[in-house]
């Protein structure tokens, strides 16, 4: 821990350790294929890419099913809409494989942010 860390813990400055866990854990929304929500929960980031994400869930999540997710780096939020590609159960945990869709320029700014601070603290 740097100095400038252990100052802002000590001063009650928190925002720093709570964005990079952001990066981390990422809240998500699933629509069945028949365009239902069904559930809404969190999972683990494992790892990213520009067009999609790899996300570590405690339940499966069904091939073709589409999730949103929010996305945030600093003050930036963006929802994403990915559809899944694959699902496999890992140690009582699943590993999910998502591909994004339609993302605005806006959304491809902030997920370009996101990505580059996730491979610089997690890569």
């Given at each position: 821990m740097t100095k400038g860390?252990?100052?802002?813990?000590?001063?009650?400055e928190k925002r720093n350790f709570i964005r990079l866990d952001s990066l981390h854990l990422l809240d998500y929304l699933i629509i069945?294929?028949?365009?239902?929500q069904?559930?809404?929960?969190?999972?683990?980031?494992?790892?990213?890419?520009?067009?999609?994400?790899k996300l570590e869930?405690?339940?499966?999540?069904?091939?073709?099913?589409?999730?949103l997710i929010t996305v945030g780096l600093e003050d930036d939020l963006v929802?994403?809409?990915?559809?899944?590609?694959?699902?496999?159960?890992?140690?009582?945990?699943y590993i999910t494989g998502i591909e994004f869709s339609d993302i605005s320029n806006e959304g491809k700014r902030i997920f370009?942010?996101?990505t580059e601070a996730f491979i610089r603290h997690f890569g």
């Open positions: 860390e252990k100052q802002a813990m000590a001063n009650g069945d294929q028949e365009g239902r069904t559930t809404y929960s969190m999972g683990r980031t494992l790892d990213v890419s520009e067009n999609g994400l869930t405690t339940h499966p999540i069904a091939q073709g099913d589409t999730l929802d994403l809409t990915g559809e899944i590609k694959h699902c496999e159960e890992a140690s009582n945990r370009k942010k996101y």
